[in-house]
């Protein structure tokens, strides 16, 4: 066997599975030639730091990083003292996703709270915020949300913003996992800038491997000197320095250059949302053995099946069953998902459900 042998094949399990852009290949054989000074002191990193500067705001940092866990993790220990913790929602990313690496890496105390949506609100988090000055209790300094949420759910901006204001009230900061930060802009038709800085986010982990990138995400900080000051000694004791840095800065140009991540990702949620009427339609026909009962607000279709119709699917298109409990799944649009791989996805549900 050999990469000749290799098995092409597409489906609906993860946008991580999808390929690199094409125009980010470019890119990158584009700054191959001569040399550059390594770990962040070359001509194209300084390039995107005045990109960032100019979606994020004039106060924006960007320190890119290899992947998601590592830009969550570098992020929330520049915001936390020893003794302080983050609050999550339960299903968070942070929290059910990443083996334990804020923990583990970070020392990072996580409190979760649960959500039926995915989604925190001042209200969910208010009744946390007690002993304040106890030593007994790990003191809450943080609030992280994802945008877009695990459960497919998205932050208006005003809840954004509510949020930010009840952290700053109470002394806290607000970090935005935006590992689909791009799905999030297409969907809420807004700039980045608009539902981060205008509203009041501190800290941002952005994400380029979703939507095409290798390799390459970034902690972004949008208003504090002080975090930012702290970040680069983070980044490389979290081994998340990249010595040929230039290769990950001009995926991360490549993306916010001509909208090419906002432009993939309305393609990924107009995918998900074929795919989500397609289901719903099925759903009528199947005599309750078919439901979709979380909100499709990016690029990710939640539906219930029945588990010999999952196992059935899952020979033609491979997906991740979600909630075992509940006989959910997750199907994931991706930057690179065809409306031929909708519709055949649905016809193979059609004739497993016999309709």
């Known amino acids: 066997m050999g990469l000749e042998d290799r098995k092409v094949w597409r489906g609906f399990a993860s946008d991580n599975y999808a ?21 962040g002191d070359d001509f194209v ?7 960032f500067k100019e979606k994020f705001g004039p106060e924006a940092e960007v320190f890119p990083v290899f992947n998601g866990t590592g830009a969550n993790v570098i992020a929330l220990s520049s915001a936390l003292k020893r003794w302080e913790a983050v609050i999550c929602a339960e299903t968070a990313h942070i929290n059910s996703d990443e083996g334990g690496a804020p923990e583990k890496m970070g020392g990072i105390k996580l409190w979760t709270i649960p959500t ?28 992280s949300i994802t945008q877009t949420t695990e459960l497919g759910t998205l932050y208006s901006i005003p809840e954004i ?6 952290a700053h009230e109470n002394n806290l900061l607000l970090h935005m996992d935006g590992a689909r930060l791009s799905n999030a802009a297409a969907a809420l038709n807004a700039s980045f800038k608009e539902f981060t800085t205008d509203a009041g986010v501190d800290l941002v982990s952005f994400g380029g491997t979703k939507i095409g990138a290798l390799a390459a995400e970034a902690v972004v ?5 002080t975090l930012a000051q702290s970040i680069p000694f983070l980044r490389k004791t979290s081994m998340q ?3 040929k840095m230039r290769f990950v800065s001009v995926q991360l140009i490549g993306l916010l ?10 393609h990924a949620n107009a995918m998900a949302k074929a795919l989500d009427a397609g289901v719903r339609e099925l759903a009528a026909k199947s005599n309750g053995r078919v439901s979709v009962p979380n909100p499709t607000q990016a690029n990710a279709v939640f539906p219930i099946l029945p588990m010999e119709l999952i196992e059935e699917i899952q020979k033609e298109y491979w997906f991740y069953i979600w909630d075992y409990s509940k006989s959910q799944v997750r199907w994931m649009c991706a930057w690179d998902t065809r409306q031929e791989d909708v519709d055949g996805l649905l016809k193979v549900l059609a004739k497993a459900l016999g309709v």
């Open 19 to 39: 390929g690199v852009h094409p125009s980010l290949f470019e890119l990158m054989q584009s700054v191959n030639e001569g040399h550059e000074i390594a770990y």
């Open 116 to 143: 039926p949506d995915g989604k925190l609100t001042p209200e969910l988090v208010k009744p946390h915020l007690f002993d304040i000055g106890s030593v007994h209790r790990a003191q809450i300094a943080v609030i």
């Open 221 to 225: 900080v949008l208003n504090s000197k």
């Open 241 to 243: 320095l990249p010595s």
């Open 161 to 166: 913003k509510a949020l930010a204001n009840f």
């Open 45 to 51: 990193t300084g390039e995107l730091k005045a990109i």
């Open 257 to 266: 250059k001509d909208d090419l991540a906002i432009n993939s990702a309305k």
